[in-house]
């Protein structure tokens, strides 16, 4: 591993195994192109770690897991690039491998996506969010297993942190990209399919998989309202749940209203967003009788 710096946000460069030089050089081009187009406030230095396969990324992201005691599940393994800011400093992490399996725009969609981040949720603040009474209510009843609910809190605030992104980047003129990489996510994989009907007989399973929906609608929920490309992302969105029968694919499409009433405070919209879950899916939904 050697490290590197670069141009007007401070970019220190971490490369684990042979990443190319002319990739690096790829990469930063787009970031800087980023950062400068859509204004980094504040934001000093991002650590940049580049892989070269994906299964070194996920097992480093799984290692640094462990090594700060964090207990989230690994949903971020289906990505060729993610963000965190575990360590107090945001960091971009990109596998290679995956990435050049992904089409120009997307990857190019998807780098804009890890910089948006950086810039509206790049410290530690971001990360930790207070559990609803409900949601501890249920737990100390036995009702909810513990890492149940912290994976349901973090899928809920990777939702919200997402539609921000996208919004943010859709004000700042970035469409095409981000119309692709969204577009390219929304379709269903046949591990999502799969998730689905192994968990489809488990009432806790079938919540954290649709709330994991919803993080994906909310990602791509900011170009519903773009004159060219709405009505296509409203099918593909609807055709990301085509699997779910209606009765729960509906009440997720609904669930999206939500996101008219955020405002730019990031922890205000995730309390506002999963007392909306509660209420949908706990409360009135009717499809989880948890008391039984």
Known sequence: MNKEECRTVRIVVHRFGDVKESFLGDVLKILDDCYSCVGARDLEIVDLCLFDRSTSMNAFISEEKKKFG??????????????????????????????????????????????????????????????????????????????????????????????????????????????????????PSEEEHETWRLAEKNKTARLLVLVSLLKTACCAEPLLRDERHGKEIAQMMARSMNYLPVELSAPILRMLKVTSKFGEKTHENVNLFMNKIIDEFIIEGGYFDFKG
């Open 70 to 187: 964090i207990s989230t599940s690994a949903f971020e393994a289906s990505f060729f690039a993610v963000h965190d800011a575990w360590q107090g400093t945001p960091r971009i992490m990109v596998a290679h491998d995956k990435m050049l399996t992904a089409p120009k725009l997307v990857a190019i969609g998807g780098l804009h996506h890890e910089v948006a981040h950086t810039i509206l949720h790049g410290s530690l603040e971001y990360y930790l969010f207070p559990t609803p009474r409900l949601l501890v209510k249920l737990e100390n009843e036995g009702i909810f297993s513990t890492q149940f609910v912290r994976d349901i809190l973090y899928l809920a605030s990777l939702a919200v942190k997402d539609f921000e992104v996208t919004r943010l980047l859709y004000r700042n003129g970035y469409v095409e990209d981000q119309v692709a990489y969204n577009t390219y996510f929304l379709e």
